[in-house]
């Protein structure tokens, strides 16, 4: 007898984006990853429509698969890593207000 999955969790994974390549204006929330969270697997990875996550250099962490993190300046806000990272994998990425990000990190982002 063959056993039924249900597969209805992945319904509500987000479809990665069409490309945007660039930013029109700065973004309402910007994406944080929580590094001590991460583990590095790349999953948001092609789902960002600007291209803006990468790993953080092996020579920060010393470790074989470092956490990823997000180049503020390009990215627009679009949640889409957030969402993709709560349901695949481990709800490392928070988005955050800009202004709130700006003051905290003492950053001005463009746009
Ligand atoms: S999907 Fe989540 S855990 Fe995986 S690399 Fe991205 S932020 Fe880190
Ligand atoms: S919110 Fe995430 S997926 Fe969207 S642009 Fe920013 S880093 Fe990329």
């Known amino acids: 007898m063959s056993k039924e999955y249900n597969?209805?969790?992945y319904k509500t994974v987000p479809e990665p984006a069409d490309k945007v390549n660039y930013k029109k204006k700065k973004p309402k929330l910007i994406a944080v990853v929580d590094e001590d969270n991460c583990t590095g697997c790349q999953v948001?990875?092609?789902?960002?429509p600007v291209d803006c996550?990468?790993?953080?250099p092996t020579e920060?962490?010393?470790?074989?698969?470092?956490?990823v993190q997000v180049r503020h300046d390009?990215?627009?806000?679009?949640?889409?890593?957030?969402?993709?990272c709560t349901k695949l994998?481990?709800?490392?990425?928070?988005?955050i207000k800009t202004e709130e990000f700006e003051e905290t990190y003492d950053i001005?982002?463009?746009g």
Request: some cysteine; glycine content about 4%.
């Open 74 to 84: 390009e990215c627009i806000g679009c949640q889409i890593c957030a969402k993709a």
């Open 44 to 48: 948001c990875v092609p789902f960002c």
């Open 60 to 67: 920060k962490y010393g470790t074989p698969i470092p956490p």
């Open 7 to 9: 597969y209805d969790h």
């Open 89 to 95: 994998t481990w709800d490392a990425i928070r988005m």
């Open 108 to 110: 001005e982002l463009s």
């Open 53 to 56: 996550i990468e790993p953080v």
